[in-house]
């Protein structure tokens, strides 16, 4: 017979690692949450209540106006406002967005057109008037006068072109009928954004449709704010196909009809990528470049309202507090568990 041992007293050593436990878990838990805050809050914000047409005047389809609520929402995301949301409602399209939103408006109604077409002829413009600029969103259209426009300005009478260069040339500070509105099939005569030039530029060889994608950085060999275009596959083609016949030439980049850079193409320009450069600030090159990237407007858009509003959680920060909670609930179900086995281990007496 061996000797009977005395039952292991229980020591403090397991309530101290329970409490320990779940200090650390509580402390851990309130760390993830105070991370993720942003998700919890809300913020003052400005519904941008806007009225959608077609560049006709008529009334936009559901499509149309779902496929521009889409392209706003991803230029709100180029330009970094954070938990913006858009919404289709009828033929109304509804922007939430954080106190100061209607700075972003001249951004996100813009159609952002951008066509690339040969310079056939350059002139200066005559002096009087600010120049207008490509961030204006284009006014209601009255059907009447853009016909009149187009007719001018797109004419293929070379007649008519000289008429239209002469004519464009003393009202480049004047808001553009046809910005957003232009035929890229078709000549056009138009100013640049400095309102310093006017152009008569052939029929586009590529447009926004190309555009594979757009960013803006600084450029230190220019010593300037640039953005970098890459075409898709076809336009790669076109481009470099343009480039090499056309050494010499002077090409235009235009956005919404104005003109925002002119370069000579000095060299052939292979592998689907080109640059624009136009005297840009930071935020411009941002502000284009993101709008080169989200897209062209499939509908015009006219602000109707500016009213204080609550920005809430998106949908995807809604979504991201479930698996915090939860991961939280589990973290203290696994120390509860462990620690309870630890203190059972440690009160039962050893068998012999």
Request: overall charge neutral; some cysteine.
């Amino acid at each position: 017979m061996y000797p009977q041992q005395p039952p292991a007293r229980p020591t403090a050593v397991p309530r101290l690692l329970v409490v320990l436990a779940l200090l650390l878990a509580i402390l851990g838990y309130g760390l993830a949450v105070f991370a993720s805050r942003s998700i919890w809050q809300t913020r003052d914000a400005t519904r941008l209540t806007f009225s959608a047409r077609t560049t006709d005047g008529a009334p936009p389809t559901s499509d149309a106006l779902a496929a521009a609520a889409d392209v706003v929402q991803r230029r709100l995301e180029g330009l970094k406002v954070p938990g913006a949301s858009v919404t289709a409602d009828g033929t109304k399209l509804v922007a939430t967005v954080p106190a100061g939103g209607p700075d972003v408006v001249p951004d996100i109604t813009r159609m952002g057109q951008l066509t690339i077409r040969p310079v056939i002829h350059a002139m200066p413009a005559k002096p009087g008037g600010a120049p207008a600029t490509p961030t204006t969103p284009p006014k209601p259209a009255d059907p009447a006068r853009s016909a009149d426009e187009k007719q001018l300005r797109q004419s293929t009478n070379p007649s008519i072109q000289i008429l239209a260069l002469q004519f464009q040339a003393t009202r480049c500070g004047d808001d553009d009928q046809l910005a957003g509105h232009d035929d890229p099939n078709l000549p056009l005569v138009t100013c640049s954004t400095d309102g310093n030039t006017v152009y008569l530029l052939n029929k586009s060889i590529l447009t926004g449709a190309n555009v594979r994608r757009a960013t803006a950085h600084w450029d230190d060999r220019n010593g300037q704010h640039v953005v970098d275009l890459e075409f898709d596959g076809s336009g790669a083609r076109t481009w470099a196909d343009f480039t090499a016949a056309n050494i010499g030439a002077q090409t235009a980049f235009t956005l919404d009809t104005r003109v925002i850079s002119a370069p000579e193409i000095r060299e052939a320009i292979p592998g689907g990528r080109t640059q624009i450069s136009g005297r840009f600030t930071a935020d411009d090159a941002r502000e284009l470049a993101g709008t080169l990237q989200s897209g062209m407007l499939p509908v015009v858009l006219t602000l109707d309202s500016a009213e204080p509003a609550t920005l809430t959680a998106t949908r995807f920060s809604t979504l991201m507090r479930v698996p915090i909670i939860v991961a939280g609930i589990d973290l203290l179900a696994v120390i509860v568990v462990a620690t309870g086995w630890l203190i059972r281990r440690r009160a039962t007496p050893p068998q012999l």
